[in-house]
Each structure stands twice: as C-alpha cells, then as structure tokens.
C-alpha cells in the first residue's frame, strides 16, 4: 500500500509524514486520503515524493523493486539523488545516458534546451527537467564510476520538465508540460515543423501562414 511505504521512508528519513509533505508542497488532507485509501496520489506527486526520499517511482508505486524487465533495482535511484555528482560532470553523465537512449538525438535540445555534446551550456533548470523526463532511475557503479541508466519510455507521459522550486518561466513550463503529454506522432510533428521554423529564421525568411 502507497501509505505504509510512505510512512516507512518518513521513518528511515526521521522526520514525521505531516513535515515530509510539508517539506515536498503536499497538504495534510492528500495524505489523509491515501491513509483511508479514498484516491492515490498523480503522477507529478509519486516523481516528487521519490526524489524526495531518494527512490525510484516503482517502488513507490507497489512494484516489488522489481523493474519491468525482472531485473533487481537495488542501488536504482532517482537521478535527482545523484544531482551534485550528476552535476558537476554532465558530459560524462551523457555518455552513458546515450548509450540507453533510443530516441532522435535532436529531441534532446529541441524539447529539454540539453545540446548532447555540451551539456553544460544548459541552465540547471533545464537539465533537472530533461532528466526527471527521460530518466527512470539510475545506478553508480563504485568500483568504475560508471552510470547505469534506465530511461522513461517517451510513449508514456513524464514528469513536468520544471526544478523542484517551480519554473522561473511559467510560460515556458506549461509549453514543456504540454510537449510532455504529447503522443509519439505529436512530438515527431512538431520537432518537424520546429525545424523548419528554424531553418526559415536562419535563412531570415517568415513563415507562410495560411489563413
């Protein structure tokens, strides 16, 4: 039960279930009602309880610890549990988060503002959303300080790319949770028609809109 698995961390983390959700900008009567079982929490509230307490959404959520391809997620993490070190070498980070990515390369600057072969020109902002939309949980090899990275299927719908502070840009944050919530098609669609504006602007030319 969510419940139980969220007064657990409180207690492993020392601090009471009423301060947590007032540390993470949740109100008593949500955790009243996941107490007494009468509704669940979103999705956006699951991402921010685990970066919280420092876990994945799957355990949160009842999956046993278990990924969906069977495999143990002992030592997985939120990435944001990771965030200094993270940080502090976004290029090496990208090297392996590349190696699980299986999506168009240039999604990653078009819809998150993170060009790959300079991560660090992102501002922090933006590389937290870019990695609370794309990145499941993710695991520190000690030994080689090697990244192990599972990424959000982009099928599903991900986290609002926005800081746990809130966006600096209300604007802009609603325009990236709605590419957030956008169908595969979608995205293609409109990474196409970014593009072509892109290349018009460059070419110092103005679109052609039809009335």
């Given at each position: 039960?969510?419940?139980?698995?969220?007064?657990?961390?409180c207690?492993?983390?020392?601090?009471?279930?009423?301060?947590?959700?007032?540390?993470?900008?949740?109100?008593?009567?949500?955790?009243?009602?996941?107490?007494?079982?009468?509704?669940?929490?979103?999705?956006?509230?699951?991402?921010?309880?685990?970066?919280?307490?420092?876990?994945?959404?799957?355990?949160?959520?009842?999956?046993?610890?278990?990924?969906?391809?069977?495999?143990?997620?002992?030592?997985?993490?939120?990435?944001?549990?990771?965030?200094?070190?993270?940080?502090?070498?976004?290029?090496?980070?990208?090297?392996?988060?590349?190696?699980?990515?299986?999506?168009?390369?240039?999604?990653?600057?078009?819809?998150?503002?993170?060009?790959?072969?300079n991560?660090?020109?992102?501002?922090?902002?933006?590389?937290?959303?870019?990695?609370?939309?794309?990145?499941?949980?993710?695991?520190?090899?000690?030994?080689?300080?090697?990244?192990?990275?599972?990424?959000?299927?982009?099928?599903?719908?991900?986290?609002?790319?926005?800081?746990?502070?809130g966006?600096?840009?209300?604007?802009?944050?609603?325009?990236?949770?709605?590419?957030?919530?956008?169908?595969?098609?979608?995205?293609?669609l409109?990474?196409?028609?970014?593009?072509?504006?892109?290349?018009?602007?460059?070419?110092?030319?103005?679109p052609?809109?039809?009335?």
């Amino acid at each position: 039960m969510f419940y139980d698995k969220y007064v657990s961390l409180c207690a492993q983390k020392g601090v009471t279930p009423s301060a947590a959700a007032k540390e993470i900008g949740i109100n008593k009567a949500a955790v009243s009602n996941w107490k007494h079982r009468r509704n669940g929490p979103s999705d956006i509230t699951v991402q921010k309880i685990a970066d919280y307490f420092g876990v994945t959404t799957d355990y949160l959520l009842g999956a046993d610890g278990k990924r969906d391809s069977g495999e143990e997620m002992a030592g997985w993490y939120s990435p944001l549990r990771f965030w200094d070190k993270i940080n502090e070498n976004r290029s090496d980070f990208m090297h392996y988060f590349m190696q699980a990515w299986e999506y168009p390369v240039e999604d990653i600057a078009n819809l998150w503002g993170v060009p790959v072969d300079n991560p660090e020109k992102a501002t922090d902002e933006e590389f937290k959303g870019f990695l609370l939309s794309t990145v499941k949980a993710v695991r520190l090899n000690p030994e080689d300080g090697e990244w192990d990275v599972v990424i959000i299927p982009q099928t599903e719908k991900g986290p609002t790319p926005v800081s746990e502070s809130g966006p600096s840009d209300p604007v802009t944050a609603q325009i990236m949770e709605i590419i957030c919530q956008m169908s595969p098609e979608e995205k293609r669609l409109y990474l196409e028609n970014l593009r072509t504006l892109r290349l018009l602007q460059a070419q110092g030319r103005k679109p052609d809109i039809q009335e």
